[in-house]
């Protein structure tokens, strides 16, 4: 099956910092543009950050670019999110992404990707 998995969420406190990453099981991640999402409870679905496939391009969402940066590794069939800075309303679970694609047009668009991870809790605390 084609799978990505994601790995690294935990409790951290505000202004702390945490790695995410995203495996590929199944297939090669090389060929597919990536991208993380987060959602809270009772909110939206909320685009992070997206990457093509060779890692040349990349987009943020409002108010994260700066604090987040989104990478991959393509030999390790890997994409990570390096989150510094964390604030509270940084809580959300976090969903990694992937498309058939060298680049996604609205790439922060949730419609746009057919893989899905499980989703890995990030709590920043008070």
């Known amino acids: 099956q084609e799978q990505l998995v994601e790995s690294g969420g935990g409790l951290v406190q505000p202004g702390g910092s945490l790695r995410l990453s995203c495996a590929a099981s199944g297939f090669n991640l090389g060929y597919y543009a990536t991208a993380w999402f987060r959602q809270a409870p009772g909110k939206e679905r909320e685009g992070v950050s997206c990457?093509?496939?060779?890692?040349?391009?990349?987009m943020y969402g409002d108010s994260l670019e700066g604090r987040f940066t989104i990478s991959r590794d393509n030999i390790k069939n890997l994409t990570y999110l390096q989150m510094n800075n964390l604030k509270p309303e940084d809580t959300a679970v976090y969903y990694c992404a992937g498309a058939h694609a060298d680049w996604v047009m609205g790439c922060l668009d949730p419609g746009e990707y057919d893989y899905w991870g499980q989703g890995t809790q990030v709590t920043v605390s008070s």
């Open positions: 990457i093509s496939s060779s890692g040349s391009h990349t």
